[in-house]
């Protein structure tokens, strides 16, 4: 199992699509939003709907190669606990989008976006700093994302992949990065 969790400074646009372009990276792979106020991402099941009806076989490991999706229901992370270690041992490789700078259930990514104020990610930790077209300072140690171009954007929205993406190849240093 390889499994990291993505939570982002600020919230917003970022906080949905980061984890998305994090999980459409790794190939086949799942996102579990672990926030109960979460976006509504595609997908017909949600978390909340695999731990009140139990998951089946065909939840718990991929059904064709390319990344999924399971948006949360509503339902908190800590009731869904045997479900989610259910989902992250079953794919290759799992994303969890969390609200907060927790990591319960795989090594935190944290993302900050580069904005004209300072940048108040810790200096010694290894974080994700997403360009977005303002001047901004040092980001500090880590993995410097360039701006995603708007059709990117739009198909990780609405579900389809973009056929080449240099933001989606960036994600894919993420992978590689030693997290702990």
């Known amino acids: 199992m390889t499994a990291l969790t993505v939570w982002t400074h600020g919230g917003g ?12 990276a790794a190939g086949t792979a799942l996102l579990v939003d672990l926030d ?10 949600t978390l909340a709907d695999l731990v009140r009806a139990g998951p089946r076989r065909d939840d718990l490991r991929p059904q ?18 045997p479900v989610i ?5 079953g794919w290759p490789a ?16 944290p993302v900050y ?10 200096p010694d930790r290894f974080c994700v700093f997403q360009r977005t077209g303002f001047e901004a300072g040092d980001s500090g140690p880590g993995i410097t994302l360039p701006c995603p171009r708007r059709r990117t954007i739009q198909s ?7 056929v080449r993406s240099r933001w ?13």
């Open 94 to 109: 799992v994303v969890f989008r969390s609200p907060g700078d927790t990591a319960d259930f795989a090594p935190i990514v």
């Open 36 to 45: 109960s106020t979460g976006p509504s991402y595609w997908g017909a099941a």
């Open 156 to 162: 990780l929205l609405s579900g389809s992949l973009p």
């Open 64 to 81: 064709v190669a390319g990344p999924a999706v399971l948006a949360n229901g509503g339902i908190e992370p800590d009731r869904a606990g």
């Open 168 to 180: 989606i190849r960036a994600w894919a240093d993420v992978w590689r990065h030693p997290w702990s």
């Open 85 to 89: 270690r259910a989902l992250a041992d």
């Open 13 to 24: 646009l970022l906080s949905i699509l980061a984890p998305i372009g994090l999980t459409v």
């Open 113 to 122: 976006p580069l904005l004209p104020e300072a940048v108040s990610a810790e």
